[in-house]
């Protein structure tokens, strides 16, 4: 089982890391509608933060402006400014596609390309010379190494060459993971990757995700409280598409300072 | 109550033998072909398929030139309208922003709506005049490519490259719209995944949208050879229906279907018609090879898959 | 934490990467633009060609004798209604007879062989399916006929029927069909009251379809009506159609009947395109308020 992280110890674990993606009075619309009004947030770097709220709160649409995955719908637009590094994603001169090889996102249902291989997948994301026929053997290396990441590297290094579709559910979703993690983005976002897997992969995801903590920021969206506590060191709680309180998990789950944050928690709704 | 259940029971003989008919009609097509061909197969065997004799007078019977011109006309036809009609449904399907979609989509569908005979009648008065004052002098003679056997010999009024462009204007629609049903069955989670990967519009398209409809694809395309290997009517009016196969496009030449059409009127001894119900058989066996398994392949894309 | 790969020269491959995906765009765009052609230069030279000698008179009068100028497709117009009253009563009751079936059993043996082979028959050459019908009904008759003409052209709109029907019925909530059901109608009560008038519409949209779809070929034609110089509204006779006499006319080397032939072109061209607009704006109607 995985251990909390308890009190000093979080404390000291996230006022010593910088901010690494800022959150400046974001807005996301589907045409006139809004579905996420105003926020402010900030996600450290080497930290885990959960967003946690009832469903239709708005908190996978945030998840997606976070990486600009939002404007792929028709009709949809934002307002505001997301920072990475200092630098607004949505600014002027960011291209959007190198916006997305940098954040990275796994998403609810395994999605893995059927007509490709597990090397093949984990690959998909790189770009550039790395995919030359010359570079086989850096490329064969990162594969590893992302899926080491994954923790599947064990239980698929025989069947690299073999179709993706043949893999378990929970396989599946750990090669979006590593296929994710190939372009060794600065931050990771996942939008309730375990929502449609077993106990046993569940579990060894929310494991990798621990270990992922000490190595880039992570931002997990799941409608699964002990997921959200067995997991993250900060928490949001997202209603009606406003951010009602943020802050250490353990605080936010055990002392939280809003009655909707005490009533969701509690189970009292949701 | 036996009014109502002898109702019901005349409704279901009336619909199942309404859905019987079909399958019915294509044995009696098969079959009457058969009967109908059999003394031409029987008199010339496989020399009716290799030889290039065609002559009613002498009873010597070669459908060989017109197996070849089916196929070549054909052949062209999809080479030239395949990657057109992929184009442009990749243009609905993708890019088409949301004004322009339907009035495209129209057009497109509107080329299926029009007769073959109408297309004939242009291919014989405007597309083949042009293609002999600029088209044909200009492959020969400023791209230089009149010492090449495809484009070699005077420029006919008539050809086999007239019946294949027109072929190619027909079959485009065909291909195009199951190209698009096809595209748009790919699901939105295979588009997303490529884009959160950092993926430009056609690094999707390349990696996660093509690979994914590829077998519904090369469907729409073997539906687009069925109808191509089957048109009459325009092709008989452009290409000229001329025993012959020659290397050069700019030749004239026949196909099965414009043969039968060209031919059948005036066929005066039963050995003439034998012939002519014989390559009718050849073609409907063709044909229907072609579209089952377009068919198929396209049915199978419907399937969800992993 | 970043890799070493990314530092390999980011900003010239970006810029690769940018144009290979514009290029790809303007390349559809391109494409798009060039399948409007024909269709633009098809209408353009049909209205060109073909307007000067579309007259009353056209419409009209029958052929004048070779070689002299005047006279009309009237014979032709005529014969078209004809063979499609016949073609409409053949396949019509049949088509969505099969239909019915096909939607209401959709997943037996016997609907899918079906279903298969009424696709694979709508694409079948239309010339296969004329010396087909010579073979049945022309030969032992030692005639041509328009009866003849009209079966053929009935037999081709059978499959084309069936699965538009099929498509429209589908369409009908199965909660409908069941309620009906429940209330003891009986099941062909069932069938005809509640579902058909739901989707009669639809069916009505996929049978004139049909129509506009044999009303345009040739091929079925040319052994079975064969054609006819003159007025005739015997079912035993040979008898003109439009694109029978499109096609005689074009191939002509009269000027006058060239020119007749572009006029009759747009006439038909006209009616097919009519009810393609129509049945397109009334089947996008129906999906909008299905969903």
């Given at each position: 089982m995985?251990?909390?992280?308890?009190?000093?110890?979080?404390?000291?674990?996230?006022?010593?890391?910088?901010?690494?993606?800022?959150?400046?009075?974001?807005?996301?619309?589907?045409?006139?509608?809004?579905?996420?009004?105003?926020?402010?947030?900030?996600?450290?770097?080497?930290?885990?933060?959960?967003?946690?709220?009832?469903?239709?709160?708005?908190?996978?649409?945030?998840?997606?402006?976070?990486?600009?995955?939002?404007?792929?719908?028709?009709?949809?637009?934002?307002?505001?400014?997301?920072?990475?590094?200092?630098?607004?994603?949505?600014?002027?001169?960011?291209?959007?596609?190198?916006?997305?090889?940098?954040?990275?996102?796994?998403?609810?249902?395994?999605?893995?390309?059927?007509?490709?291989?597990?090397a093949q997948n984990v690959a998909a994301g790189l770009r550039g010379d790395i995919t030359r026929r010359s570079n086989r053997r850096e490329r064969d290396a990162i594969v590893r190494r992302a899926l080491e990441r994954a923790a599947l590297w064990v239980?698929?290094?025989?069947?690299?060459?073999?179709?993706?579709?043949?893999?378990?559910?929970?396989?599946?979703?750990?090669?979006?993971?590593?296929?994710?993690?190939?372009?060794?983005?600065?931050?990771?976002?996942?939008?309730?990757?375990?929502?449609?897997?077993?106990?046993?992969?569940?579990?060894?995801?929310?494991?990798l995700l621990y270990e992922l903590r000490s190595q880039i920021t992570v931002v997990i969206v799941t409608h699964n409280l002990q997921q959200a506590a067995r997991v993250s060191d900060r928490s949001v709680f997202f209603l009606d598409g406003s951010v009602i309180e943020a802050g250490p998990t353990d605080e936010l789950f055990t002392r939280p300072r809003d009655e909707r944050t005490e009533a969701y928690v509690t189970g009292r709704f949701g | 109550m036996n009014n109502r259940s002898g109702a019901d029971r005349a409704y279901a003989v009336f619909t199942t033998a309404s859905a019987a008919v079909i399958p019915i009609v294509v044995g009696l097509v098969f079959i009457a072909l058969a009967i109908a061909g059999w003394p031409a197969l029987r008199q010339f065997g496989t020399s009716f398929i290799t030889s290039s004799a065609w002559d009613p007078v002498a009873g010597q019977f070669g459908a060989a030139p017109a197996i070849y011109g089916t196929l070549v006309s054909s052949a062209l036809a999809l080479l030239i309208a395949g990657p057109l009609a992929l184009g442009v449904a990749l243009f609905l399907v993708e890019f088409a922003p949301g004004w322009l979609r339907e009035p495209v989509a129209f057009a497109v569908e509107l080329l299926a709506a029009i007769p073959s005979v109408v297309y004939g009648l242009w291919g014989i008065f405007v597309l083949v005049p042009l293609l002999r004052r600029y088209v044909m002098p200009f492959l020969a003679d400023t791209l230089h490519l009149g010492n090449t056997p495809l484009f070699s010999g005077p420029a006919y009024v008539t050809s086999m490259l007239a019946?294949?462009?027109?072929?190619?204007?027909?079959?485009?629609?065909?291909?195009?719209?199951?190209?698009?049903?096809?595209?748009?069955?790919?699901?939105?989670?295979?588009?997303?995944?490529?884009?959160?990967?950092?993926?430009?519009?056609?690094?999707?398209?390349?990696?996660?949208?093509?690979?994914?409809?590829?077998?519904?694809?090369?469907?729409?395309l073997m539906l687009g050879l069925g109808r191509a290997l089957?048109?009459?009517?325009?092709?008989?009016?452009?290409?000229?229906?001329?025993?012959?196969?020659?290397?050069?496009?700019?030749?004239?030449?026949?196909?099965?279907?414009?043969?039968?059409?060209?031919?059948?009127?005036?066929?005066?001894?039963?050995?003439?018609?034998?012939?002519?119900?014989?390559?009718?058989l050849l073609l409907l066996v063709t044909t229907f090879i072609v579209n089952a398994g377009a068919r198929w392949l396209v049915w199978q894309t419907g399937r969800s898959r992993a | 934490m970043s890799g070493s790969h990314r530092a390999v020269s980011p900003n010239t491959h970006n810029r690769r990467r940018r144009a290979i995906n514009r290029v790809v765009i303007a390349i559809t765009y391109l494409f798009?633009?060039?399948?409007?052609?024909?269709?633009?230069?098809?209408?353009?030279y049909l209205l060109v060609r073909g307007a000067s000698s579309l007259s009353f008179g056209f419409l009209v009068h029958a052929p004048k004798p070779a070689g002299e100028t005047g006279g009309g497709m009237g014979n032709a117009l005529v014969g078209s209604v004809i063979l499609l009253v016949i073609a409409a009563l053949v396949g019509l009751p049949v088509g969505v007879g099969a239909g019915l079936r096909l939607a209401e059993r959709p997943r037996t043996t016997l609907s899918n062989t079906v279903r298969f082979l009424a696709d694979v028959?709508?694409?079948?050459?239309?010339?296969?399916?004329?010396?087909?019908?010579?073979?049945?009904?022309?030969?032992?008759?030692?005639?041509?006929?328009?009866l003849a003409g009209g079966i053929a052209l009935g037999v081709m709109m059978i499959p084309m029927v069936a699965r538009t029907t099929e498509e429209m019925l589908r369409l009908v909530p199965v909660s409908l069909r069941e309620a009906a059901l429940a209330l003891g109608y009986t099941r062909w009560r069932t069938s005809i009251t509640v579902v058909l008038r739901t989707a009669?519409?639809?069916?009505?949209?996929?049978?004139?379809?049909?129509?506009?779809?044999?009303?345009?070929?040739?091929?079925?034609?040319?052994?079975t009506a064969f054609g006819n110089q003159f007025w005739s509204l015997s079912l035993a006779r040979p008898i003109a159609?439009?694109?029978?006499?499109?096609?005689?006319?074009?191939?002509?080397?009269?000027?006058?009947?060239?020119?007749?032939?572009?006029?009759?072109?747009?006439?038909?061209?006209?009616f097919v395109f009519v009810i393609s607009v129509a049945a397109r704006v009334a089947t996008r109607r129906r999906h909008d308020s299905a969903d």
């Open positions: 995985i251990p909390p992280i308890e009190g000093v110890a979080a404390a000291v674990l996230a006022s010593a890391a910088e901010p690494r993606v800022q959150v400046k009075d974001l807005h996301a619309f589907y045409g006139e509608t809004a579905i996420v009004r105003g926020v402010n947030l900030e996600f450290r770097d080497e930290s885990v933060t959960a967003i946690v709220g009832p469903s239709g709160c708005g908190k996978s649409t945030f998840l997606r402006c976070l990486n600009r995955m939002h404007e792929t719908v028709p009709t949809a637009h934002v307002t505001g400014a997301v920072w990475l590094d200092g630098k607004d994603i949505y600014g002027p001169d960011e291209w959007v596609v190198d916006v997305r090889r940098r954040i990275g996102m796994v998403f609810q249902r395994p999605t893995p390309f059927p007509t490709m291989t597990v239980e698929v290094k025989d069947r690299l060459n073999q179709s993706a579709s043949a893999l378990s559910g929970g396989q599946q979703q750990r090669l979006c993971i590593a296929r994710a993690l190939a372009t060794e983005p600065e931050v990771l976002l996942l939008d309730e990757p375990t929502a449609s897997l077993d106990p046993r992969s569940t579990q060894k995801v929310e494991e | 019946a294949a462009l027109i072929l190619a204007i027909m079959i485009l629609p065909y291909i195009s719209a199951v190209s698009r049903e096809v595209l748009r069955a790919v699901p939105r989670s295979q588009r997303e995944a490529a884009l959160a990967l950092g993926a430009t519009r056609w690094e999707m398209i390349r990696d996660a949208v093509l690979p994914y409809a590829r077998s519904g694809l090369v469907g729409g089957g048109e009459t009517m325009a092709v008989t009016m452009v290409i000229g229906n001329q025993h012959q196969i020659s290397a050069s496009l700019f030749a004239p030449g026949y196909t099965m279907a414009s043969l039968i059409a060209n031919e059948f009127s005036e066929a005066t001894t039963p050995l003439h018609v034998a012939s002519l119900m014989a390559v009718g | 798009a633009a060039l399948t409007t052609v024909p269709l633009l230069a098809i209408l353009f028959l709508n694409g079948l050459p239309s010339i296969v399916m004329g010396i087909f019908a010579w073979q049945l009904l022309v030969r032992p008759m030692h005639h041509f006929s328009a009669t519409g639809g069916i009505v949209t996929g049978a004139l379809v049909a129509i506009a779809r044999v009303a345009g070929e040739t091929a079925p034609l040319l052994f159609a439009l694109p029978l006499q499109i096609f005689n006319y074009a191939i002509a080397p009269y000027d006058d009947w060239n020119a007749q032939a572009w006029a009759g072109a747009i006439v038909l061209l006209a």
